[in-house]
Structure formats: C-alpha cells, structure tokens
C-alpha cells in the first residue's frame, strides 16, 4: 500500500482544514488507518485512527471533539477533518496503515506510512 497525504496548509487559529489520504492497491479497504503528527522537537504522535469499514474510531484526548477522522474504501481515500485548530496543532501530519485495529496509537505498530502534509496554525 502507497499513502500520499494531502490537504496541509496554513491557516489562522480558530479555522479548519481538511486532510486527505489516498492509498494505491486494491486491499486498502483490509487495513485500519492512522493519523499522526509531529511537530519540530518532538517524537510523533497519534492523532486518531479507524477501522477498515469505518465502524469504529479513537482520538487523541488532545483533539477528541475537534477532529473527526473518516474514509471512502470505494475512493481508497482517509480523510482527517480538523475545526478549530489551534496553534498546538501545528505539526507535520502524517496517515498510516496496519492490517488490524490493535495498538492502533503505537507508531510502530503500523505498516505503511504517507509522506506528510505540514498543517501550520497561526495565533
């Protein structure tokens, strides 16, 4: 599976914005997906995660109520849709794939990782 995030950009705290991840291959609808970020200095983290229908997500405490993470398996496409984004936020973000929706906050735990999409929230 090849991830290729889009959708970064710059803008003001308080507004949103809209990642998307499109995965090449006809098994992405077999993996659970990943977001994670990292911002300069600091190890990345997990951001939110979903299973491979869509059933079933989790977030970070750090953005639950805020983010809402979602997929089209027949676009073979994950989106991360982000309000109110706040300068915290800012941070190079980046989709993952596993097969399974275990340790789904583990960066090691996934597969398949996109290039990254930089997300930068102004005060």
């Known amino acids: 599976v090849q991830l290729q995030a889009s959708g970064g950009g710059l803008v003001q705290a308080g507004c949103y914005l809209r990642l998307s991840c499109a995965a090449s291959g006809r098994t992405f609808s077999s993996y659970a997906m990943g977001w994670f970020r990292q911002a300069p200095g600091k190890e990345r983290e997990f951001v939110a995660a979903i299973s491979w229908r869509g059933y079933t997500t989790s977030y970070a405490d750090s953005v639950k109520g805020r983010f809402t993470i979602s997929r089209d398996n027949a676009k073979n496409t994950v989106y991360l849709q982000m309000n109110s984004l706040k300068p915290e936020d800012t941070a190079v973000y980046y989709c993952?794939?596993?097969?399974?929706?275990?340790?789904?906050?583990?960066?090691?735990?996934?597969?398949?990782w996109g290039q990254g999409t930089q997300v930068t929230v102004s005060s």
């Open positions: 993952a794939a596993k097969l399974d929706y275990t340790d789904r906050e583990k960066t090691y735990e996934y597969d398949y």
